[in-house]
């Protein structure tokens, strides 16, 4: 009964290579988001969606792309990894859009991305 | 804009002392102020959040936070340490506007250390 999950929970590839980490939620919320945390710890937003559509996009690399198939998914997709993609990647939901700035976000475990 | 700087990237404790940690923020708009717990090799976890209600706040395992405008700071305490409060620590903030709009912006972290 894993409110968000995330696979792979580890992911080990060479540059170049495309990738993708999927996202579920069985929460019933609406948003969901892409978090990278660096090698220093620093937690980033990299994108939010609300019911499929995409309502935050900081500035990432186009490389980049989230895909979000249903309101309880969002997968994250990247193309052409290089090494400094190499980060945790988190993903979180909340529940209300409208009331977004202070909805708690409730996160995944995590995917280890390492990219030699 | 928003930020928010945490002093100290490690705090160093015996079990039962006081346990400090300082959160400063910075928001164009009213601020909504979050704490996250990060457990090794886990995701984030809400400890407690300010939404305007009351300065005082209360969360889960006895972690208590004030809010004071004057001082633009949020900081995190608990009146005896447990080995158990041993991780990560991060402050967030969320803004009702603008460019914040449903946007977490996270500090840098506290690693908390509990030592017999």
């Known amino acids: 009964d894993t409110a968000v999950s995330q696979t792979p929970k580890y992911l080990v590839t060479q540059m170049g290579n495309d990738k993708s980490i999927k996202c579920e939620q069985n929460?019933?919320?609406?948003?969901m988001y892409w978090y990278k945390q660096d090698s220093k710890k620093f937690l980033k937003i990299m994108f939010s969606?609300?019911?499929?559509?995409?309502?935050i996009n900081e500035t990432v690399p186009n490389r980049f792309s989230p895909k979000s198939p249903d309101k309880a998914h969002l997968n994250l997709h990247i193309n052409s990894l290089e090494l400094g993609d190499s980060a945790v990647y988190f993903c979180?939901?909340?529940?209300?859009?409208?009331?977004?700035?202070?909805?708690?976000?409730?996160f995944g475990p995590g995917t280890r991305l390492l990219v030699l | 804009a928003q930020s928010v700087t945490q002093l100290g990237s490690h705090v160093s404790v015996s079990e039962g002392a006081l346990v400090l940690l300082r959160c400063n923020y910075s928001?164009?708009?009213?601020?909504?102020l979050f704490w996250y717990v990060q457990y090794p090799n886990q995701g984030l976890q809400l400890l407690l959040k300010?939404?305007?209600?009351?300065?005082l706040v209360k969360g889960i395992n006895g972690f208590e936070a004030e809010f004071k405008k004057s001082e633009t700071s949020f900081h995190l305490t608990k009146p005896s340490a447990h080995m158990s409060d041993a991780a990560e620590y991060f402050c967030?903030?969320?803004?009702?506007?603008?460019?914040?709009?449903?946007?977490?912006?996270f500090g840098q972290g506290t690693i908390l250390t509990v030592h017999p």
């Open positions: 300010y939404t305007s209600a009351a300065t």
């Open positions: 967030a903030v969320s803004g009702a506007g603008g460019t914040s709009y449903g946007k977490l912006t």
């Open positions: 929460l019933g919320h609406d948003t």
């Open positions: 928001s164009s708009v009213p601020p909504y």
């Open positions: 969606y609300n019911n499929k559509e995409l309502i």
């Open positions: 979180a939901s909340s529940q209300d859009r409208v009331l977004d700035y202070q909805e708690t976000q409730y």
